[in-house]
C-alpha cells in the first residue's frame, strides 16, 4: 500500500467511455462495451496520474428486442457475457434464470444488464478503498435500466491466464500480474468474500462464476460506500 501524503490535496477522477458506430453492428450494438478510467490528480486538476482502469459491459437486452434480437444473439458477443448470460437468463423462455428472480423475490423486471468484467488498481494505491468506489461510481453512472449487475468472483489476472510475454501497455507493466499470489483457492476467497462485503450475492446453487446485485432491491452494505476519498 502506498502512503498517499497530502491526501486533502488530492483528487480522484473518472472517466468512461462507450464506442459505437453509426454503421450495420448487427446484435453488437446492444453489448456496449465501456471502459473507465480513475485518475490522481492534485487539487487543480492537474498532474493526472492514471491508477486504476475497469472494464465493463452492459447488454441492452430491451432495446435488442424491440430491434428482433433475441437475448441470447446479444449475450453470444463474447464468451464472458455468453457465460453470463447461461448464469442468469432462460433462453428457451427468454426470461430470466427462474430460481434467480426468486433470490430476489421477483424483482428483476427492468430489462438490461451491467457487466464489470475486469477492474485493476495500481498495487502501491490498493488499500485505500478506490477500488470500491470505482465500482461504485461505475454502477451508479450505468446502472439505470438493469435489473441486475454482475461480477465474475475470479480475480481477473487468473480469470484472463495473464502471461507476462503479452504485455502490451505502461500500466499493464505497473500491475506487476507477475509477482501477484497463484493460490488459486485462497485468492478466490478472498475476493468473493469482498464482493460479499460491499453488497453483492453469492448463489452457488445457481452459478458459481459471478456475484449479483439486484438494484432494485435496497442494498445497505453499497449504499455505506461513500464518495469521501
Same mark, same amino acid.
Given at each position: ?32 462495451? &465501456? ?11 492537474? #498532474? +493526472? ?11 441492452? @437486452? ?14 453470444? #458477443? ?8 447461461? !448464469? ?12 434467480? #428472480?426468486? +433470490?430476489?423475490?421477483?424483482? @428483476? ?38 435489473? &441486475? ?16 510475454? @503479452? ?18 483457492? +485462497?485468492?478466490?476467497?478472498?475476493? @468473493? ?22 438494484? !432494485? ?13
Amino acid at each position: 500500500m502506498n502512503e498517499i501524503i497530502n491526501w486533502d490535496d488530492m483528487n480522484f477522477s473518472t472517466k468512461y467511455k462507450i464506442c459505437s458506430s453509426l454503421g450495420a453492428r448487427e446484435n453488437a450494438r446492444y453489448s456496449q462495451e &465501456i471502459k473507465g478510467e480513475v485518475f490522481l490528480e492534485d487539487s487543480t486538476g492537474n #498532474n +493526472k496520474k492514471l491508477i486504476g482502469r475497469l472494464t465493463g459491459n452492459k447488454l441492452l @437486452l430491451g432495446e435488442g428486442a424491440n430491434d428482433g434480437w433475441d437475448a441470447y444473439s446479444i449475450f453470444d #458477443n463474447e464468451q464472458h457475457t455468453l457465460d453470463l448470460g447461461n !448464469a442468469i437468463y432462460d433462453f428457451q423462455n427468454q426470461d430470466w434464470n427462474q430460481q434467480l #428472480n426468486e +433470490k430476489y423475490n421477483d424483482n @428483476l423486471i427492468d430489462p438490461n444488464v451491467l457487466f464489470i468484467a475486469s477492474i485493476e488498481i495500481l498495487p502501491e494505491y490498493q488499500g485505500h478503498k478506490i477500488g470500491t468506489k470505482f465500482i461504485k461510481d461505475f454502477v451508479t453512472n450505468f446502472v439505470q435500466g438493469c435489473a &441486475i449487475v454482475a461480477i465474475c468472483k475470479e480475480p481477473f489476472y487468473i480469470q484472463t491466464n495473464f502471461d507476462k510475454e @503479452l504485455i502490451s501497455d505502461e500500466f499493464t507493466e505497473k500491475m506487476k500480474y507477475d509477482a501477484m499470489d497463484d493460490d488459486y483457492e +485462497k485468492i478466490t476467497y478472498k475476493l @468473493l468474500s469482498y464482493f460479499i462485503k460491499i453488497g453483492f450475492n453469492y448463489f452457488p446453487e445457481i452459478n458459481e462464476q459471478f456475484v449479483f446485485m439486484c438494484p !432494485a432491491i435496497v442494498n445497505k452494505k453499497f449504499s455505506k460506500i461513500e464518495f469521501d476519498l
